[in-house]
């Protein structure tokens, strides 16, 4: 080969090896999108014919009709003499139905500009945009997704719920929204203005506020027809992304997304240029309409929340359609709040004197929460937060919020169930040491310690006033973590998952998501109305017109026996008294009967406590406290109190001091009633757990409770000289004797539902 040859081929040698990997690279990255493409197709293919040969042609449209109802709805509680009043009227800011023409035409043109541009020229899809969203979600020519949605495929979401992010829910979205566009009657510009009324009127806002209306009040204190340009273009940036563009949390993002507003109505000419800048210059003034008179209190909040959850399960609604009907349907809600008795926890919680002295590098105070209850399946008063409540249907901790609950799960997880089942009785001696897991490891060591040593034997009533963790432990052990698990499920009704059936959560309350306040008192209630458990409810019935569309109806339910609730609620009294809750027995003087359990979460590792709890009754309610910080913080030792301090507070502002003394026990079951053949009241031998007779020597004695078909015998450890016992118990000269006696239970914990008799064995000696 020639030399100047030779050097122009090896010259030309990169760019030759360089085109070619180009080339390679192009076809690998077009074979890519074109399998990608293809894919796509199909699946898309399949989803299409999939829904055409499922689709109903008027399943799931949203009549405008019903949506567009504006009747008030009325609260009406129970006055004194028995007799419903009006307590409250449903039209605060959450919805508020405004018509078309009392729409601004700048409000009208923001939702359009932002959300649909071509709304008045397509048929209820933009196909042009549904193309382009879907081939970016393919090839993401785009680095943010966009939505292909239209004003009507968007009023259609959010008036059925459905959300979820599948091809089949979009292909049958795009199907109801090009049948509702030919359903409905009138021109073509006639039904444009039905959908964007119907949009305009049930878009979800932030803070709960449903539509242009409300927004108007809520977030500028104005009606609607009075906001500027601004402020129109405000409340259509919003619904893009509610918690993001929060007027009062997050004013400047909302200010950022209003000018993208104001720049997309510019550009497609809905406005001037000189109204652009007047409008971009203008300072926004966000201002709350609501009177506090106004203002829903806690229960009315949870009212509403539990009254939609019975419409859509009921009726098939969804979240948005049930809500609608709540504060537009003209319902009378029949309800079970005691208006005083509300009033009065929350101004508990609204008392900072309450709560401990906040702490300068904090960034947000602990918070606390409580959830009262009587024993007839009615909620008495519900708080969940602290500070003065000034919105509706605000986060609600004793509802919403699922914490740790520490050692007040021990009596519905381990010494609840092993009463009821007779694997130990009130004295009955437990080893206060840890088990051994199946890892080998021993657990747990008891609060404040480390240690896993073996401390001997303590008795039931010790281990439980003292909250020791290893008796909890031992009595799951006996009773299994399943056991433990299915009676707080398929008994109690508490929301768990698959790992909380373990030894952690049923002994500690070391549950994967925590438990609320709501099913701890609702729990609590068998300790002391004699083992019946019942859903509570904050109404008795809901009615449209003549209709009743919702009615509670509390049945009770038997989940342990009389006899066992009856001796924890003794065991829980022991807590209040002489246990860890002892510093609320003070202001209980009087005859008054009060039961609890305190309960403290955090890690072992650091030894410091995120949450603390307190769940007890008294004779009149039932009630469970939380305290702690809102995210991931430990208290500190002045603060892990007040979970019992404000349980307390609440609880004796909502006593009723005037009852008789008969009233202040449960169910009247002390002094006459106490020996009755279901129950009985002995002193036993601490060291051995037995009761002591008239031949035992026994120095350290205590007072227990016992159900009578499950007794100790007498003790054998400390017994006079020159007398002995029997291996039953009985005392050797004296004579013992069981017989069989039908009791009426009722006599015992007041009338139940259904006359209930059973037959005892009963043990006597002299």
Same mark, same amino acid.
């Given at each position: 080969m020639p030399v100047k040859k030779a050097k122009a081929f090896f010259k030309s040698l990169p760019v030759r090896i360089i085109g070619k990997t180009v080339g390679a690279l192009?076809?690998?990255?077009?074979?890519?999108?074109?399998?990608?493409?293809?894919?796509?197709?199909? +699946?898309?293919?399949?989803?299409?014919?999939?829904?055409?040969?499922?689709?109903?042609?008027?399943?799931?449209?949203?009549d405008l009709e019903d949506l567009s109802i504006n009747e008030t709805s009325i609260v009406y509680t129970m006055a004194e003499d028995g007799t419903w009043q009006e307590h409250q009227r449903l039209e605060g800011n959450d919805s508020i139905w405004v018509d078309l023409e009392e729409i601004p035409l700048n409000m009208q043109h923001a939702v359009v500009a932002i959300e649909d541009k071509r709304f008045y020229e397509h048929d209820g899809v933009d196909w042009r945009r549904t193309i382009a969203a879907s081939a970016n979600l393919v090839l993401h020519f785009q680095s943010v997704e966009f939505g292909g949605s239209t004003i009507t495929q968007q009023l259609i979401k959010v008036s059925t719920g459905e959300d979820d992010q599948t091809i089949e829910r979009k292909i049958t979205e795009i199907m109801r929204a090009l049948r509702m566009e030919k359903s409905l009657d009138g021109s073509k510009a006639d039904v444009k203005d039905q959908i964007l009324e119907s949009y305009l009127n049930i878009l979800p806002l932030s803070r709960n506020v449903i539509g242009v209306g409300a927004a108007a009040n809520s977030f500028f204190g104005k009606e609607v027809e009075d906001l500027t340009l601004a402020e129109c273009a405000a409340i259509a940036g919003i619904t893009q992304n509610p918690s993001k563009y929060d007027p009062f949390s997050h004013p400047e993002n909302l200010r950022d997304r209003q000018r993208t507003v104001l720049r997309a109505m510019?550009?497609?000419?809905?406005?001037? =240029?000189?109204?652009?800048?007047?409008?971009?210059?203008? =300072?926004?003034?966000?201002? &709350?309409?609501?009177?506090? &008179?106004?203002?829903?209190?806690?229960?009315?909040?949870?009212?509403? #929340?539990?009254?939609? =959850?019975?419409?859509?399960?009921?009726?098939?609604?969804?979240?948005?359609?049930?809500?609608?009907?709540?504060?537009?349907?003209?319902?009378?809600?029949?309800?079970?709040?005691?208006?005083?008795?509300?009033?009065?926890?929350?101004?508990?919680?609204?008392?900072?004197?309450?709560?401990? @002295?906040?702490?300068?590098?904090?960034?947000?105070?602990?918070?606390?929460?409580?959830?009262?209850?009587?024993?007839?399946?009615?909620? +008495?008063?519900?708080?969940?937060?602290?500070?003065?409540?000034?919105?509706?249907?605000?986060?609600?901790?004793?509802?919403? $919020?699922?914490?740790?609950?520490?050692?007040?799960?021990?009596?519905?997880?381990?010494?609840?169930?092993?009463?009821?089942?007779?694997?130990?009785?009130?004295?009955?001696?437990?080893?206060?040491?840890?088990? @051994?897991?199946?890892?080998?490891?021993?657990?747990?060591?008891?609060?404040?310690?480390?240690?896993?040593?073996?401390?001997?034997?303590?008795?039931?009533?010790?281990?439980?006033?003292?909250?020791?963790?290893?008796?909890?432990?031992?009595?799951? =052990?006996?009773?299994?973590?399943?056991?433990?698990?299915?009676?707080?499920?398929?008994?109690?009704?508490?929301?768990?998952?698959?790992?909380?059936?373990?030894?952690?959560?049923?002994?500690?309350?070391?549950?994967?998501?925590?438990?609320?306040?709501?099913?701890?008192?609702?729990?609590?209630?068998?300790?002391?109305?004699?083992?019946?458990?019942?859903?509570?409810? @904050?109404?008795?019935?809901?009615?449209?017109?003549? #209709?009743?569309?919702?009615? $509670?109806?509390?049945?009770?339910?038997?989940?342990?026996? #009389?006899?066992?609730?009856?001796?924890?609620?003794?065991?829980?009294?022991?807590?209040?008294? #002489?246990?860890?809750?002892?510093?609320?027995?003070?202001?209980?003087?009087?005859?008054?009967?009060?039961?609890?359990?305190?309960?403290?979460?955090?890690?072992?590792?650091?030894?410091? /406590?995120?949450?603390?709890?307190?769940?007890?009754?008294?004779?009149?309610?039932?009630?469970?406290?939380?305290?702690?910080?809102?995210?991931?913080?430990?208290?500190?030792?002045?603060?892990?109190?007040? $979970?019992?301090?404000?349980?307390?507070?609440?609880?004796?502002?909502?006593?009723? /001091? &005037?009852?008789d003394a008969a009233e202040k026990g449960f169910g009247g079951v002390k002094a006459d009633l106490i020996n009755r053949e279901m129950i009985v009241e002995a002193t036993y031998c601490e060291e051995s757990g037995m009761l002591v007779g008239e031949n035992n020597t026994c120095t350290a004695k205590k007072t227990g409770v016992y159900k009578t078909s499950f007794m100790p015998g007498f003790c054998t450890e400390h017994v006079k000289e020159g007398t002995t016992t029997t291996p039953d118990g009985g005392v050797i000269g004296g004579e013992s004797t069981t017989t069989g006696t039908t009791l009426d239970l009722s006599e015992i914990y007041g009338t139940n539902p259904t006359t209930t008799t059973t037959t005892v064995a009963t043990t006597t000696a002299p």
């Open positions: 192009l076809k690998c990255i077009i074979t890519i999108l074109l399998i990608g493409v293809i894919t796509f197709t199909v +699946v898309a293919s399949v989803m299409v014919v999939y829904v055409l040969a499922n689709f109903d042609g008027t399943e799931g449209l949203p510019l550009n497609q000419k809905l406005i001037t =240029e000189d109204e652009y800048i007047q409008a971009v210059n203008e =300072e926004l003034h966000f201002k &709350s309409y609501a009177s506090q &008179s106004m203002l829903q209190d806690y229960y009315v909040d949870l009212q509403v #929340e539990e009254i939609a =959850e019975d419409l859509m399960e009921k009726y098939g609604y969804s979240y948005n359609q049930a809500i609608s009907k709540i504060y537009r349907g003209g319902l009378s809600i029949y309800s079970y709040e005691n208006v005083d008795l509300q009033k009065k926890a929350e101004a508990i919680y609204a008392d900072e004197s309450n709560f401990p @002295t906040p702490i300068e590098s904090d960034d947000q105070d602990p918070q606390g929460a409580i959830f009262v209850i009587d024993y007839d399946g009615h909620v +008495v008063a519900t708080v969940g937060g602290r500070g003065k409540k000034d919105s509706d249907r605000v986060y609600n901790r004793s509802t919403d $919020a699922r914490r740790q609950c520490g050692s007040s799960i021990k009596p519905l997880g381990s010494y609840g169930p092993a009463i009821d089942k007779n694997l130990v009785h009130f004295s009955s001696l437990v080893p206060d040491a840890p088990i @051994t897991l199946a890892n080998g490891k021993k657990w747990p060591p008891n609060y404040g310690s480390s240690s896993t040593s073996d401390r001997g034997t303590v008795t039931v009533a010790y281990a439980l006033k003292r909250s020791l963790n290893t008796v909890a432990a031992q009595l799951v =052990e006996k009773l299994t973590p399943a056991e433990s698990y299915s009676f707080l499920v398929n008994k109690l009704d508490f929301t768990l998952e698959a790992p909380d059936k373990d030894y952690s959560a049923m002994a500690l309350g070391g549950f994967h998501k925590g438990v609320t306040c709501r099913e701890m008192a609702e729990g609590y209630q068998i300790f002391g109305n004699g083992g019946l458990y019942r859903e509570t409810s @904050t109404y008795a019935y809901v009615k449209q017109g003549d #209709e009743v569309l919702l009615e $509670a109806k509390s049945v009770p339910v038997r989940v342990i026996g #009389e006899d066992s609730a009856y001796v924890m609620n003794r065991l829980m009294q022991l807590v209040v008294r #002489e246990g860890t809750g002892a510093n609320i027995s003070g202001d209980w003087r009087g005859g008054w009967e009060v039961f609890g359990k305190t309960g403290t979460s955090g890690t072992s590792r650091s030894g410091s /406590d995120y949450n603390v709890y307190f769940a007890g009754g008294t004779p009149q309610y039932v009630a469970a406290s939380w305290f702690g910080y809102d995210y991931d913080k430990a208290l500190n030792s002045k603060q892990t109190g007040y $979970a019992r301090s404000l349980w307390n507070k609440v609880m004796i502002a909502l006593r009723d /001091d &005037s009852v």
